[in-house]
């Protein structure tokens, strides 16, 4: 018959101190440690991980410690972050190196192997970035995290309107004024409007209600882009299998 070996209350108790802590001590590293996942950093998120399972699962008289073991752990990971942001010579001894793998359309093949790939894994990576043949990269690095970034040649780049010599106009990041029915006063104020003017906005395209605004924002154009609750789409799309 199976049954808890602590009380019910005290694990799940247990569990939520674990998850906190590494919640907590996540949000103190940064998001570095979560975006640019290196070597390092993967060994680290395995280190902490268990030992957030064991404060989780282990004897209540134990958690204490095993809590300081956590800190401790992700106290030692701060430092060597910050070591690593302050000494370009610490970094790369932790981080380690880019790597350039292909150069002109020809591989590397000692730096390919010195980062434990084959040729048919590499070719893999370079599908991902919709590059299919070699010969068109002109450059093609392996970064720490293990990304890998292409540089076409210049016949192969995409034509641009500079390459036209077609004038652009320099664009902004458009500005959310209202998520799911509220409506965000700041990005008013620094669009130069207020409620009286998203009210009007609103009325000349057919809104009556805020509740029916699911998501609305202004382009760099000055456009009001709105988008309404459709419930009959959402029914239609509620599966895609």
Do not use: C
Request: net charge neutral; hydrophobic share 45%.
């Amino acid at each position: 018959m199976f049954r808890l070996e602590v009380p019910f209350s005290v694990a799940l108790l247990q569990t939520f101190i674990a998850f906190s802590a590494v919640l907590i001590l996540t949000k103190f590293l940064g998001k570095e440690q979560v975006g640019q996942l290196t070597l390092y950093d993967y060994v680290n998120g395995i280190t902490i991980g268990s030992i957030a399972a064991t404060v989780a699962t282990d004897d209540p008289a134990k958690v204490g410690t095993h809590l300081l073991d956590l800190v401790v752990f992700a106290g030692l990971t701060f430092l060597i972050s910050y070591g690593a942001l302050k000494s370009r010579y610490f970094r790369r001894l932790v981080e380690g190196t880019p790597t350039l793998v292909i150069w002109n359309g020809k591989v590397l093949e000692r730096n390919l192997a010195r980062n434990r790939y084959s040729v048919d894994e590499f070719k893999a990576k370079l599908r991902a970035k919709d590059v299919f043949n070699l010969t068109d990269v002109q450059a093609a690095i392996l970064e720490t995290g293990g990304e890998v970034n292409v540089l076409l040649k210049p016949e192969q780049r995409p034509v641009t309107r500079k390459d036209l010599h077609v004038a652009v106009t320099p664009e902004t990041l458009p500005l959310d004024v209202m998520t799911e029915g509220a409506i965000h006063d700041t990005n008013l104020q620094r669009l130069g409007h207020d409620r009286a003017w998203l009210h009007d906005q609103l009325a000349r395209q057919g809104v009556s209600n805020l509740r029916d605004v699911v998501y609305a924002a202004v382009d760099s154009t000055g456009q009001l882009y709105i988008d309404r609750k459709d419930e009959q789409l959402s029914r239609m799309w509620d599966s895609v299998d």
